[in-house]
T-cell receptor, first 113, second 115 residues
Framework: GENVEQHPSTLSVQEGDSAVIKCTYSDSASNYFPWYKQELGKGPQLIID?????GEKKDQRIAVTLNKTAKHFSLHITETQPEDSAVYFC????????????FGAGTRLFVKA | SAVISQKPSRDICQRGTSLTIQCQVDSQVTMMFWYRQQPGQSLTLIATANQGSEATYESGFVIDKFPISRPNLTFSTLTVSNMSPEDSSIYLCSVPSGQGVQTQYFGPGTRLLVL
């Protein structure tokens, strides 16, 4: 079946450094790739997304890149801050053919002040 | 964006009992989803609840264990029946954004501990 692999499972960075989380998907029909941030005690919240007709998207300190050929997509956070500490989930889905989103296993990011 | 609330926010239950979790959305939505997030794990879809029809369950989840109600377009309940410690998880409801992409809004979750 379809799956999404996410690495690393845990990431610790110094405040101000960059953080990169990588995901690989298996379903070649996937065309929408959201990233969710889950803070302690809360539900996941969308932080950025990318569609398959775009290679890169930025929103302030956050960027996402997509390599359709390799079925890879990555989240880049620059100038990390302690409030970036959370669990991040990547996901892959199709925009047609039924609503089904496959989530990665999650990356626990620690930003040390 | 949709605002989703869940009740209870957390509970501690004895094995063999059942717990009903409520999910309320501030707008009308056709589809509502129920997820399970086991400790330190990712999100696993339990079922999709459409108003006026039976819920659609994912492989590994059955109606007898996780009965779902969807009485109207803003509300749904998930019951965890005959609980065991393995049911200790966070249960999340979510709704699609409805803007042509498969973005989801999630509720805050219900943290369940079964003793």
């Amino acid at each position: 079946g379809e799956n999404v692999e996410q690495h690393p499972s845990t990431l610790s960075v110094q405040e101000g450094d960059s953080a990169v989380i990588k995901c690989t998907y298996s379903d070649s029909a996937s065309n929408y790739f959201p990233w969710y941030k889950q803070e302690l005690g809360k539900g996941p919240q969308l932080i950025i997304d990318i569609r398959s007709n775009v290679g890169e998207k930025k929103d302030q300190r956050i960027a996402v890149t997509l390599n359709k050929t390799a079925k890879h997509f990555s989240l880049h956070i620059t100038e990390t801050q302690p409030e970036d500490s959370a669990v991040y989930f990547c996901a892959a889905s199709r925009e047609t053919g039924g609503f089904k989103t496959i989530f990665g296993a999650g990356t626990r990011l620690f930003v040390k002040a | 964006s949709a605002v989703i609330s869940q009740k209870p926010s957390r509970d501690i239950c004895q094995r063999g009992t059942s717990l009903t979790i409520q999910c309320q959305v501030d707008s009308q939505v056709t589809m509502m989803f129920w997820y399970r997030q086991q400790p330190g794990q990712s999100l696993t879809l339990i079922a999709t609840a459409n108003q006026g029809s039976e819920a659609t369950y994912e492989s590994g989840f059955v109606i007898d264990k996780f009965p779902i109600s969807r009485p109207n377009l803003t509300f749904s309940t998930l019951t965890v029946s005959n609980m065991s410690p393995e049911d200790s998880s966070i249960y999340l409801c979510s709704v699609p954004s409805g803007q042509g992409v498969q973005t989801q809004y999630f509720g805050p979750g219900t943290r369940l501990l079964v003793l």
